[in-house]
């Protein structure tokens, strides 16, 4: 897939300018102007592309003159704002096209729509500086896939495949995700690029109390495929089972390349968060990290919050001896679960977590993507 960033910014304005800006064609005269009728994709289709063609069919409307039709596609149902990407794919397009032959008139974007996303789409006519009323709205999935490129990395997991590499014992279940099913696997992704500040999430489920292990990872990242416990650049986020320090509490680790800037929760911040994780919910796990790495777990995407505790290298008093440091791994790998596992020290993965719609990048998680896995009942 290609990068259109410039493009991404020029999108937003446009269809901003479509929603509402001054020099937007009038609807006063929309009662002699008639609007077209959606004709393809149908309502709730499934792209089978990055840049489907939408069809409407023609106003039977007499007023003169140049007859074009105005196209929205956006991933807000009510067309009033866009989601803001990384600046790669389009999350929404805008375009103003002549009146076609035979009865019809479609509408191809000329970039990539943004992957596994619910998007809606409609028109109107357009008569020199007249418009009609705005059609009916349908919606449309773009392609559930993953991708991976400089800056960000995405994978689904829910369609049988990954673009990470599977290590050890791993099953797919049809619409869940990918699921581990020991302590000893894991999947791993080597970054395009070292992002040295950035998002790593993730659903999974199949969590419970009393795990079999103290310290039982969920997500880890560093900077190769050794051993991620003598990593320099180790980082984990952590559900404690059993000895866990206390049993069934959330912790993380970060390392900033040095032991001496080590980024975890004390034994107070622990014992403060002591949960009984349900088995049959999904958490959405969220790491953020720059000067700070900060761990979000909430009840699914933008649901109940369950965790949110951060610490940043001012909070560790060494002055400036920490100016300037940044987590840096270089290659950067980014782990489900963690491979320290088969080494035998501490604990590797958490044994029978499913994982899907992961998201590593230097900027936030765009909010509408993996909206498709929703709305084609993914999370069954």
Same mark, same amino acid.
């Given at each position: ?64 003159? =140049? ?128 992002? =040295? ?29 050794? =051993? ?153």
């Amino acid at each position: 897939m290609r990068s259109f960033p410039a493009l991404a910014a020029l999108w937003a304005a446009a269809l901003l300018a479509a929603c509402g800006s001054k020099s937007s064609p009038t609807s006063a005269t929309s009662n002699t102007l008639t609007p077209p009728t959606l004709d393809s994709p149908g309502d709730g289709a499934s792209a089978t592309t990055y840049r489907p063609t939408f069809v409407v069919r023609n106003s039977t409307s007499t007023v003169a003159g =140049d007859r074009k039709y105005e196209f929205i596609v956006s991933d807000s149902s009510s067309f009033s704002s866009t989601t803001a990407t990384t600046g790669a794919f389009i999350v929404s397009a805008h375009a103003t096209v002549p009146e076609g032959a035979g009865g019809t008139t479609s509408y191809t974007p000329d970039v990539d729509l943004q992957p596994a996303t619910r998007l809606y789409w409609r028109a109107r006519l357009v008569v020199g500086n007249q418009a009609s009323d705005w059609s009916a709205t349908r919606s449309i999935d773009t392609p559930i896939a993953g991708y991976s490129r400089a800056g960000e990395l995405y994978d689904p997991l829910v369609y049988g495949g990954t673009i990470g590499s599977p290590v050890g014992s791993t099953t797919f279940i049809e619409g869940k995700g990918i699921r581990l099913n020991d302590g000893n696997s894991y999947v791993r992704y080597q970054l395009a690029q070292t992002l =040295d500040s950035g998002e790593f999430s993730m659903e999974a489920e199949g969590f419970h109390a009393n795990g079999p292990g103290a310290k039982l990872k969920v997500f880890s990242m560093m900077d190769g495929t050794g =051993d991620l416990y003598t990593s320099s650049y180790l980082l984990n986020a952590q559900y404690r089972g059993v000895a866990g320090n206390p049993d069934n509490c959330i912790a993380f680790k970060a390392l900033f390349g040095d032991p001496l800037f080590k980024l975890e929760p004390d034994a107070g911040i622990r014992a403060a968060n002591i949960r009984a994780l349900d088995p049959n919910k999904s958490y959405f796990w969220k790491g953020t990290w720059n000067r700070e790495f900060r761990l979000v777990i909430q009840e699914g995407i933008g649901g109940p919050l369950v965790y949110n505790v951060g610490i940043s290298l001012d909070d560790l008093g060494l002055g400036k001896l920490a100016a300037g440091r940044s987590y840096n791994p270089s290659p950067h790998y980014a782990y489900l679960g963690a491979n320290n596992g088969p080494y035998g020290e501490e604990d590797g993965s958490w044994p029978g977590i499913t994982y899907r719609n992961v998201w590593v990048g230097r900027g936030p998680r765009p909010a509408s993507l993996g909206s498709a896995l929703v709305a084609e009942g993914a999370h069954r």
